[in-house]
């Protein structure tokens, strides 16, 4: 029922636009849309884009371990990072404010007994002094760890089986190949998670 309401409504949108356009605000003649040109693209600078990316996956990755290992958004923890692709530090009181740390440190060697995660070849670490049960995380871990391994084996076997790569479309082919390469970085993050803990 809706979409073919939104057919018959299809021929007027641009009349239901410029009428919106003028009740926003008084305009000119000369300012509707209807006669306006195309906005023109200008300039702009790649690289804040990129930096502010690059925030926003650091921000996403302490949201994560805060929310698989169950610590509270109220807990202020620290973050470490050894800044491998030299990321800007422009965002770095973004990233304190979002994360809701205590601190941003830049290191140059691994820290034991935290968290961690990846961006790009950037480690970032989380010391878990009392905010989480070390044994419990090993064995959550561990246990995540055989799945994983299991899934990697499964997903290989397919890959391995000439009948099913010569009969298998190219688009089933490339999504099994995603599975094997993230089954991968998820082994080599959770056993590099493991060795900080133990």
């Known amino acids: 029922m809706l979409e073919s309401n939104l057919k018959l409504l299809h021929p007027f949108m641009p009349f239901l636009t410029e009428e919106i356009w003028q009740i926003i605000a008084e305009r000119t003649p000369e300012e509707a849309l209807i006669i306006a040109q195309w906005p023109e693209l200008k300039s702009f600078n790649q690289n804040a884009i990129t930096d502010f990316e690059n925030a926003i996956e650091v921000i996403s990755g302490i949201r994560t371990i805060r929310k698989d290992k169950n610590i509270p958004f109220k807990d202020t923890i620290e973050l470490k990072t050894i800044n491998n692709e030299k990321f800007s530090t422009y965002h770095d009181v973004v990233i304190v404010k979002l994360g809701n740390l205590s601190s941003l440190e830049y290191i140059s060697e691994k820290v034991e007994g935290a968290l961690s995660f ?81």
């Open 118 to 198: 990846r961006i790009k070849s950037n480690e970032y670490f989380i010391p878990i002094s009392g905010a989480i049960n070390v044994e419990e995380e090993i064995a959550k871990l561990t246990e995540e760890l055989i799945y994983i391994k299991g899934f990697l084996k499964s997903v290989e076997a397919k890959l391995s089986n000439e009948k099913f790569v010569n009969g298998a479309p190219e688009k089933v082919l490339a999504i099994e190949r995603q599975k094997q390469a993230d089954a991968l970085a998820k082994i080599a993050t959770i056993e590099q998670s493991l060795a900080g803990l133990k």
